[in-house]
């Protein structure tokens, strides 16, 4: 456990009334000041804490933007060849339903009688 203080002092000389030095002494008070130096330490932490959920939303943001801009080319991509698949097997499917973004687990009557 530990407790904080504010201490403030001074030094002085000490002299005899007949003019010879007797050395120096102290002087000065002592303040409790565990309690504002509490509320500071928590103002500080708190004000940590809100710098690192902005910089994390940033981020989160950034990243977000970053992947999904390849995922999407990806995506389309993936539908015009299971389109150009579709046509070119007869069948005249449309891949724009159940292609990469429709029927992900490809389980549609046409599929399993095609033998995909």
């Not at 000490?14 to 309690?35: A, N, Q």
Request: hydrophobic content about 35%.
């Amino acid at each position: 456990y530990y407790r904080w203080f504010g201490v403030m002092g001074r030094r002085f000389s000490l002299t005899h009334e007949e003019g010879g030095g007797l050395g120096w002494g102290v002087t000065g008070s002592l303040c409790d000041i565990h309690r504002s130096k509490q509320l500071a330490l928590a103002r500080e932490a708190a004000i940590a804490r809100e710098q690192a959920t902005r910089a994390k939303a940033h981020i989160l943001a950034q990243l977000s933007h970053e992947l999904r801009t390849p995922l999407n080319a990806v995506i389309g991509c993936l539908d015009l060849v299971m389109q150009a698949m579709a046509e070119s097997d007869g069948h005249g499917r449309s891949g724009g339903d159940r292609g990469a973004r429709g029927n992900r687990g490809g389980a549609c009557a046409a599929d399993s009688e095609c033998g995909y």
